[in-house]
Each structure stands twice: as C-alpha cells, then as structure tokens.
C-alpha cells in the first residue's frame, strides 16, 4: 500500500462489488414507495367517481358527474403533510435515544394504522384521522431511510444508494396509478378502498426485510458501541474490500467521529444553528425546500386533477398520469446514470432547475395566448410530461443524496430531520393553496398556475449555483473536515483533504506495531525448531 498523501483515498470498488450494500441500500429505500403509493392514488381518487359518490356531491356541471368540496380536498393532503412534519420534527430526538431500524420498524405499524382507519370509514373526520396517522409514519419513513442509505453506503456509490429513493417512489407511483386506473370506473366504495388498501404492501415487506438488515454504523459508532460498528461494517461491505482498504475506512470513521465530539461541547437540536453547523444547516433546509420550490408537491398531488380541469377527460387524465409516472422512472435512472459516471450533483441540480422553470413556463405561456383550444390541450400534456421526467432526472434525483450528506454525521438525524420537515410544512402550504388557484369554483387560473412555478424553478437556480458545494467521491468524513474548515462552495470540489492520509498513517503504524509484536515470538519459535533439530537422536 502506497504511503504517499498523493495516492491515499478510500478503494473505488463496482456496484457489483457492493451488491451487498446495494441490497440492504435497497430493502431500507422501499420505506418510500409508501410515499409513491399514497401520492398516486391521492391525486386520483380527486378525480374517481366511486370516491367522490361517497366522499363529494353530485354536480352535472363537473367533469364526471360529481365534485369535491374544496376543504376536504385541501385537507386530505394537508393532513398527511402535517403529520409528516410533526414526526420528522422529532426524528433527531428519537434516532438519538433508539436508532434507525427502530424508527422504520414504528413506521411500519403507523402507515398500517393510518391505512386500516381509511378502508374502513365513511366518515370525512374519520378519514382525517387516518392521514394524519399515515403522515406521522411517512416522515419517519422517508426521513430515516435516506439517513440510513447515506450512513451505510460508500462514498463512491453515495449517490446512487441514496437516489433509490426517487426509484422506489416511482415505483409506488406507476403501481398507485395502474391500480387506480383499473378501478376508476367502479361506482362502489371498492374503487377507493383498492388503491388504499395496497398501502399495507410497504409495511409488510419492510418490517420483514429490516430484520436482516444490520443498524448504522456511523450510528453505533456515535453511541460508543465500537465493536458492533465494526460488525454491521462489514456485513454492509462483505467482500467488496479487501482488508487494508476495509481497514482504512473504518479508521477514517473512527476520526472523523472523534474529531466531531472533540469539537462539540453538547449533541441537541441547537447545535445545528451554532458555529460552522448553521451552514451545513441552513444548505440542508434549501436543498430539501428546492423540491418544493420546483414545484414537484403539486404536480405529484393535482397532476390528474390539474389535467381535468385544465381540459382533459377523465379517462385521458388517468392515462396520461401512468404515462408521466412511467416517464419519470425513465427519469430516475437517468440522472442516477448521470450523477455515477457524468457530472456531480451541483450541475445535476442547476440543469434541473433550468430545465422544470422552462416547462412551467411553456405550460402557462400556451394557456394564456391559445386557452381552451386543442394546441393548449396538447402543449399541457407534453410540458407536463417533460416536467415530470426532468424533475425526477434532477432535482429529485440529487436532493436526497446532498441533503444527507451535507451535514454531520454527529446531528445528522437532527438536521434532516428537521429540514424533511420544513420540506413537509411547504408542501402543506402548496397543499393548500394550489386548489384556490387551479379549481373552477376559486381563481380557476389552471395551467397559467405554471407562471409562480418557474420563477420559483429560477430562483432555486441562482441558490444552487451560488451556495452549494460539489460534494461527488467525497466521503462523509472529508465533507465535515471541508465545512469545519470553512471551504467556500466554488473550491470544495478541488481542495484537499487530511484526514484519509492521517487515517492511512494510523492503518500503517497499526501495522507496524502488529509485526513488531509477532516478530519476537517467530524467533522465540524459530530457536526452538533450531534446537530441536541439533538435539541428538
């Protein structure tokens, strides 16, 4: 092994290689097909006849025959966001006394709550009750699995274990949406107790999938228990490494661990907004409100019924909204493409800005100018598409993975867990606002709603490009030595780093200490085979 600082850096080994880590990465990143399931099925049941029979009112006048008051419409969604933010609130508080697997596995039992109460009434408060219980586990899902994926994957493939969020929620989303479509037409209560009811698939397989999973590292490590991190290590790395490499990133941790408390005086939510942790902090917060800001909560959450009122048939609605979802999984593994082997993530997310700004606007600019004819008709369907499939290449692509890793490992749960908060608390306020703007009986402005999404897209495009650093190939370890020395953003990606050479000189003093202590006793065994071979027969 080279001793030189040139040559020291922790092995880049194959995803196949960390197939592994990747499977475990994978079975902690389904917690958010929840998030993909409910998201579809609630944009479409809106918009389902069955649902409205039961939950609406009979309207001739409505596309489908039946409308939907504008508070339960707001509430339904709202409700679910705010249980969300209530429990990612408290996500750092709870990962600090119990862990992440013990927060997932609560989850588990919360979104099945929150699901049963919903099948079985056919009362509206009942029914509020039921989100609100399915958006406290939702924020613990969502929350503590991209905490996970970041702590246990190598630095390398970060990015692409982390980015499994965007594919299990498209995933969830293609398979909300083909169940809905199936059961659109039912005029029976079954047409929205179906897709409801598939949202006890998420905590079935998960709680089940999570008793072979082993608990963070970073985590144990954070808590003193140093042998149990070494051992959920290395079942996350298998045969990836071999022992000098595997050697080297755990001594790294340890450091980069150590150097953390030896600079913090306490462990609690204020440290987030105390000296160089209020940077990392305050760029977590902007990263996860760019989602918003780009406009992604109402589209997930009114793309169908934003297509209905905006001109299209019921039937096109539901179809076109398994188009865009299909596309927008097309989309995931695109920009996971391009975030391994293409560019970092700063660009991913600047083009992505760009890129959704430029469809909102188009949207807009057809439904003023040529509003209520086919050409508008046709221009909504195809910038919407090319929204969706750009929103989930880029920003909702590389969100998750820099959000994760912009902060310390020692308040990681603190930080995302209250910026996925501030991040559900925009969503309500989108939520609840975006049916004023989009429904017939209030402003009725419809695709011209377009025109406050791309300016927002824009300017999450000058935060991007001024204040976020490029973080690809760094380890976790070396992003909290960059922010503690007070990097500026633009000379993150070329500045060097010490600790992985000071982890590689420990590995090497560990191993000369190892072959001193050996070297005596193979002379000690050596002089005695000597003597036994001159002693006379």
């Not at 880590?21 to 069955?50: E, F, K, T």
């Not at 709870?94 to 989850?107: P, T």
């Not at 097309?330 to 082997?341: A, D, S």
């Not at 046709?378 to 890793?405: H, K, M, Q």
């Amino acid at each position: 092994m080279s001793t030189t600082s040139e040559t020291a850096h922790l092995a880049e080994t194959s995803i196949w290689a960390n197939r592994k880590c990747l499977m475990i990465c994978a079975i902690v990143a389904i917690a958010n097909m929840q998030y993909g399931l409910d998201s579809a099925a609630i944009a479409s049941l809106q918009a389902m006849p069955g649902f409205l029979k039961v939950f609406g009112h009979p309207d001739p006048a409505s596309p489908g025959g039946y409308a939907i008051e504008g508070t339960f419409q707001q509430l339904i969604g709202s409700l679910l966001t705010l249980g969300a933010f209530l429990s990612s609130l408290v996500a750092g508080a709870f990962a600090h006394f119990f862990g992440r697997k013990v927060a997932l596995w609560l989850a588990c039992f919360l979104t099945a709550l929150g699901s049963a109460i919903q099948i079985a009434t056919e009362s509206k408060g009942v029914v509020y009750l039921g989100r609100l219980v399915l958006g406290i586990g939702n924020g613990f899902l969502v929350t503590f699995s991209n905490i996970y994926t970041a702590e246990a994957a190598p630095a390398h493939l970060r990015a692409v274990m982390v980015a499994l969020f965007s594919e299990w929620v498209n995933i969830g989303s293609i398979v909300g949406a083909t169940v809905t479509n199936a059961t659109q037409k039912r005029l029976d209560k079954a047409a929205y107790q179906i897709p409801v009811g598939i949202l006890f698939v998420v905590p079935a397989l998960l709680a089940v999938g999570l008793i072979f999973v082993p608990e963070s590292p970073r985590y144990l490590l954070s808590k003193g228990k140093r042998e149990q991190a070494r051992k959920a290590l290395e079942a996350l790395r298998g045969d990836s490494l071999q022992p000098h490499e595997f050697e080297l990133e755990w001594v790294e941790m340890e450091k980069g661990l150590e150097e953390e408390k030896r600079m913090a005086k306490s462990t609690g939510p204020l440290d987030m907004y105390r000296g160089t942790e209020l940077r990392r902090t305050l760029l977590c917060y902007g990263i996860i409100a760019s989602q918003t800001g780009s406009g992604s909560w109402f589209a997930i959450s009114y793309a169908t019924y934003f297509m209905i009122v905006s001109g299209l048939s019921t039937d096109e609605a539901f179809r076109y909204s398994i188009m865009n979802t299909c596309l927008g999984f097309i989309g995931v593994n695109i920009g996971i493409f391009l975030m391994r082997y293409v560019v970092g993530r700063r660009t991913i997310l600047m083009v992505g800005a760009v890129v959704q700004g430029l469809c909102m606007l188009a949207m807009a600019i057809a439904s003023t100018v040529a509003d209520g004819t086919l050409e508008s008709r046709n221009s909504l369907i195809a910038f919407f598409a090319l929204y969706l499939f750009s929103y989930n290449a880029f920003v909702g692509d590389a969100s998750y993975p820099v959000a994760t890793e912009l902060v310390s490992t020692r308040l990681r749960s603190w930080t995302v867990g209250s910026a996925i908060s501030l991040g559900y608390f925009l969503a309500w306020l989108t939520g609840f606002c975006s049916p004023y703007f989009i429904n017939p009986s209030n402003l009725n402005w419809g695709a011209k709603y377009g025109y406050i999404w791309a300016g927002s897209n824009f300017a999450c495009l000058l935060f991007f490009f001024f204040f976020i650093p490029e973080l690809k190939g760094r380890s976790l370890e070396e992003i909290d030595e960059l922010f503690a020395r007070r990097i500026p953003a633009w000379k993150f990606k070329t500045t060097k780093t010490h600790i992985i050479d000071e982890a590689l000189k420990d590995v090497q003093k560990r191993d000369a200490a190892k072959e001193d202590a050996e070297g005596p006793v193979e002379l000690v065994e050596d002089a005695q085979g000597l003597a036994e071979d001159k002693a006379p027969n």
